[in-house]
C-alpha cells in the first residue's frame, strides 16, 4: 500500500464489552471504505446481534450506513447471507440491487445452483433477470413444481447450446420462453398482434405500441418527423391504416 505507518487503536481485553467493540468496528468500517451488498448484509448481521436496541440500530446505525430505518429492510439484508457463496459472489460482481438479490433468496440452495448455472452463460441485464427471476418464481408457485425442471427444460438447452444465436438473442429467448409459460395466453395473443403490426406495413417514422399484457383498451401511435413536410405521408397512411382489417383486428385483443 505504500505506507510507513499504520494507525491503530489497541484496547486492554477488559476494557470494551461487545456492543461497544461492535459499535467502534462498525464506525471504522462506514468511515474506511464503501460497502458492498454482501458486506453491507454481514455489518447488518453483526450489528442486530450485537446491539439489542432495535430502536438504537433504526436511529443510529442505519442512516450512517444511508439506509431508511425498518425491520423489513434489515431482514431483507440478513437474508442475503442465506444465498450460497458462488451466488453472493455473483451478485457483488455484477453489482445487483437488493430487490433483485432479495428474490433469490426464496429458492433454494440447490435451485441456487441451477440459477447460478443459467445466470454464468447468459449475460442478462437487470432488467431481465429481473423478469426472468419473476416468471421463473410465478410458473412454479402456480404449477406447484420445482425450479429445477423448467431451468433444465428441453427448450432452454436448446436456446443456451445454439450456436447461431448471439449471447443477447439468447437472453431475450429465455425471457420469452418464461413469459409464455407464465402468460400463455398473452404470450399467444402478442404473436397474433405481431402478424396484424407486419400487415400494417408501418414506416420506420411511425412506432404502434401495445399496453402492457394487454390490458387498457386502446393502443398509441407515435410520429418522428425532422420536419413539417414529413407529416404529410404519415397522415395518409393513418388514414390508410384506419380502414386496414389489420388494426381492427389488433383492437380486438385489447
Known amino acids: 500500500l505504500g505506507l510507513d505507518t499504520v494507525e491503530a487503536f489497541v ?6 464489552d461487545e456492543q461497544t467493540a461492535c459499535t467502534l468496528n462498525f464506525l471504522e468500517n462506514t468511515v474506511s471504505k464503501s460497502l458492498n451488498l454482501m458486506e453491507m448484509a454481514l455489518t447488518l448481521q453483526k450489528i442486530v446481534y450485537f446491539i439489542a436496541d432495535r430502536e438504537n440500530i433504526h436511529s443510529n446505525f442505519l442512516p450512517l450506513l444511508g439506509l431508511e430505518s425498518g425491520d423489513l429492510l434489515l431482514h431483507k439484508y440478513i437474508q442475503l447471507l442465506a444465498l450460497i457463496p458462488d451466488l453472493q459472489d455473483y451478485v457483488v460482481t455484477h453489482d445487483l440491487p437488493l430487490n433483485i438479490a432479495y428474490e433469490l433468496t426464496q429458492f433454494t440452495p440447490e435451485d441456487q445452483t ?12 437487470r432488467n431481465k433477470l429481473r423478469e426472468v427471476i419473476t416468471n421463473l ?3 412454479c408457485e ?8 423448467i431451468l433444465q427444460a428441453k427448450e432452454i438447452e436448446e436456446i443456451v447450446m445454439h450456436e447461431k444465436i448471439s449471447p443477447m438473442d439468447k437472453c431475450e429467448a429465455i425471457r420469452q420462453f418464461l413469459k ?6 398473452v404470450t399467444d395473443n402478442e404473436r397474433k398482434i405481431n402478424h396484424y403490426k407486419h400487415e400494417l406495413r408501418l414506416p420506420k417514422q411511425m ?5 402492457a399484457y394487454l390490458e ?16 404529410l405521408p404519415l397522415s395518409q397512411k393513418l388514414i390508410e391504416i384506419s380502414q386496414a382489417p389489420a388494426l381492427t383486428k389488433i383492437l380486438e385483443f385489447l
Open 207 to 211: 412506432k404502434l405500441s401495445l399496453p
Open 137 to 139: 418464481k410465478e410458473v
Open 216 to 231: 387498457g383498451g386502446s393502443l398509441k401511435i407515435e410520429l418522428k418527423v425532422k420536419k413539417p413536410s414529413d407529416l
Open 180 to 185: 409464455k409459460l407464465r402468460y400463455p395466453t
Open 114 to 125: 441451477s440459477l447460478l448455472k443459467l445466470f454464468s452463460q447468459m449475460p442478462f441485464n
Open 11 to 16: 484496547y486492554p481485553g477488559d476494557s470494551l
Open 142 to 149: 402456480r404449477d406447484r413444481i420445482a425450479p429445477d425442471s
